[in-house]
């Protein structure tokens, strides 16, 4: 009990060291990303170069993809914090571009101002995501894994009662 204790408290402290720094701590979650890309792609590489020398013709286009992608996150993080930037920005511009013609064609006399406002907002993060490019996208992977923490946290200390 008394560990599952720490583990909450180291959980929840993290998390608030996320969300006080989340550039940081969202460069940091990619570099992991990419450390683990790497590592699974050397693993990769080494089971298919296995399978090969036993005569299943495997590609090893695969593993190498996954090398080069680990490599290049590794190197460049913020190319990959800039794509989390396009897609997920790019993705909230069209989730409320298509939440607003849905509201239009649905013929609606007075739509529900708070969905008109929500799917305005949408639009809007993510614009604002997209213009702040990898420093958007790391201070909200930050954020994001900061109160995922204290969740956790949260929850390993709730788990530490019933125990009791």
């Known amino acids: 009990m008394a560990s599952t204790r720490r583990f909450a408290i180291v959980s929840i402290l993290l998390g608030v060291a996320a969300v006080a720094l989340p550039y940081f701590f969202g460069t940091l979650a990619v570099l992991a990303l990419g450390g683990v890309m790497l590592a699974s792609g050397i693993v990769s590489l080494l089971f298919?170069?296995?399978?090969?020398?036993?005569?299943?013709?495997?590609?090893?286009?695969?593993p190498w993809a996954q090398i080069i992608a680990g490599l290049v996150v590794l190197i460049w993080p913020e190319l990959a914090l800039w794509l989390v930037a396009v897609f997920f920005g790019g993705?909230?511009?069209?989730?409320?571009?298509?939440?607003?013609?849905?509201?239009?064609d649905a013929g609606i006399v007075n739509?529900?101002?708070?969905?008109?406002?929500?799917?305005?907002?949408?639009?809007?993060?993510?614009?604002?995501?997209?213009?702040?490019?990898?420093?958007?996208?790391?201070?909200?992977?930050?954020?994001?894994?900061?109160?995922?923490?204290?969740?956790?946290?949260l929850h390993q200390w709730r788990e530490a009662d019933l125990l009791l």
């Open 48 to 62: 298919v170069i296995d399978v090969r020398k036993q005569g299943v013709p495997l590609s090893v286009f695969g």
């Open 111 to 153: 739509p529900p101002l708070l969905r008109k406002i929500g799917l305005w907002a949408s639009i809007l993060l993510g614009v604002l995501l997209i213009a702040m490019g990898a420093l958007g996208s790391a201070i909200l992977l930050g954020m994001v894994l900061g109160v995922a923490l204290i969740a956790a946290g």
């Open 91 to 104: 993705g909230l511009i069209l989730s409320g571009i298509t939440g607003l013609i849905a509201l239009r």
